[in-house]
Nanobody, 114 residues
Framework: QVQLVESGGGLVQPGGSLRLSCAASRSISIWTMGWYRRAPGKQRELVAIITNSGSTNYADSVKGRFTSSRDNAKNMVYLQMNSLKPEDTAVYYC?????????WGQGTQVTVSS
């Protein structure tokens, strides 16, 4: 089992940037981690996946704008979000897949608005 705690959300103007962080309660070095989001009235969608080797995969809607990274020594995962758009407004959730089970953080709100 693991606890995941996100931080870094907030209100930003279109075109701005935010960096989300996810702190895990135990070592993440062998796990696949990632980020999902849920916009109002919509289903949860995958934003980014980062494997234990650091390989990444992104949703088409964020490719070229978002970058996920990890620091296994600190048990941290990050999501750098640039060129933010109003449609990026959502609650963002950190995700971990451990031995076939999925774990989620409590989420952090990102609002992109002028």
């Amino acid at each position: 089992q693991v606890q995941l705690v996100e931080s870094g959300g907030g209100l930003v103007q279109p075109g701005g940037s935010l960096r989300l962080s996810c702190a895990a309660s135990r070592s993440i070095s062998i796990w696949t981690m990632g980020w999902y989001r849920r916009a109002p009235g919509k289903q949860r969608e995958l934003v980014a996946i980062i494997t234990n080797s650091g390989s990444t995969n992104y949703a088409d809607s964020v490719k070229g704008r978002f970058t996920s990274s990890r620091d296994n020594a600190k048990n941290m995962v990050y999501l750098q979000m640039n060129s933010l758009k109003p449609e990026d407004t959502a609650v963002y959730y950190c995700y971990a897949r451990i031995a076939g089970l999925d774990y989620w953080g409590q989420g952090t709100q990102v609002t992109v608005s002028s």
